[in-house]
C-alpha cells in the first residue's frame, strides 16, 4: 500500500496540470477576496467594514471559479489516467482496484483540502492586510468546518463522477451541472414541491451550514450522496473492464 500511495503521489505531482489548476484556484479566492475589500472600497471611497470570516467563507464557496477549478483538480486523479489511456498501465502493476481506488481518493483529498486551506489562507491575508474588516459573526472553527465539507463536497462529486463516466470532461462539468440545476432549477419546483430541494447534496450541505431546523436532514443527505456515490464508482470499478 505505501508503494501504491508513494506511485500515486508522484504521478499527481508529476502532472502540470496539477500545478496549474491549483495555482489558479488559490489565485482565484486570492481575487475575489480583493475585489471584496481593497478593489470595493478603492471605488466606493469610504472604509468597508466587512465581517472577516463570514467575507471568507463566501470567498471560497460561493466563488465559481473555484468550483471550476476544483472540480478539475478532483477529476484528474481517474480522469488523467482515462484520457491518456494509462489506466491499464496502472492496474497491471497494481492488480488491486480497490486499493488503487482508496489511495486516489485520499491522494484527491489531500491535494484539494491543501489547495484550498492556501487559498483560504491567502484571502484572509489581503482580507485582515486592508483593515477593512471586522471579526465577523462566524467562529473560526465553524467556517474550518465549513471549508472542509465544501472541499469534500466538489472533491468526491468530481471523483466519483470521473469514474462512474470513465471521462474526464464529465467529471468536471457534472459537479457543475449539478450545481446549476440546484441553482436554477430546484428554486421554480420548490414553490409547488418544497421537499424536493433538500434532497440535492449542495443544496443539503448549505441547509447543514445553516444549523437550523433542516440541519440534521441536510447532514443525512450529504452522507448518503457522498457514500452513495463513492460505492457506485468502487462497484463500477471493481467490476468493468479498465
Known amino acids: 500500500m505505501s508503494e501504491l500511495l508513494a506511485f500515486e503521489w508522484r504521478r499527481a505531482k508529476s502532472i502540470r496540470t496539477t500545478w496549474i489548476t491549483s495555482i489558479f484556484t488559490i489565485l482565484g479566492v486570492g481575487f475575489f477576496a480583493f475585489i471584496a475589500t481593497v478593489a470595493v472600497s478603492a471605488e466606493t471611497g469610504d472604509p468597508l467594514d466587512l465581517p472577516l470570516s463570514n467575507t471568507l467563507e463566501t470567498a471560497v464557496i460561493n466563488n465559481p471559479i473555484v468550483l471550476v477549478l476544483l472540480s478539475s483538480l478532483a477529476a484528474m486523479a481517474f480522469g488523467h489516467e482515462y484520457r491518456y489511456g494509462t489506466i491499464r498501465l496502472t492496474l497491471t502493476a497494481f492488480p488491486r482496484r480497490a486499493g488503487v481506488f482508496f489511495v486516489k481518493l485520499c491522494v484527491t483529498l489531500l491535494l484539494v483540502f491543501l489547495v484550498t486551506a492556501l487559498g483560504a489562507g491567502l484571502a484572509y491575508a489581503i482580507m485582515a492586510g ?113
Open 130 to 242: 486592508s483593515g477593512k474588516t471586522s471579526p465577523g459573526d462566524l467562529a473560526w472553527s465553524s467556517l474550518a468546518w465549513h471549508l472542509v465539507v465544501f472541499a469534500t463536497t466538489f472533491a468526491v462529486l468530481a471523483f466519483s463522477f470521473t469514474v462512474i463516466a470513465r471521462s474526464h470532461p464529465l467529471g468536471i462539468v457534472g459537479p457543475l451541472l449539478l450545481f446549476m440545476l440546484e441553482l436554477i432549477l430546484l428554486p421554480l419546483i420548490a414553490s409547488r414541491y418544497e421537499w424536493v430541494p433538500k434532497l440535492f447534496p449542495i443544496t443539503a450541505m448549505t441547509n447543514w451550514f445553516s444549523a437550523g431546523s433542516d440541519a440534521l436532514l441536510g447532514a443525512g443527505v450529504w452522507a448518503a450522496w457522498m457514500v452513495g456515490l463513492l460505492l457506485l464508482s468502487f462497484a463500477l470499478l471493481m467490476r468493468r473492464d479498465a
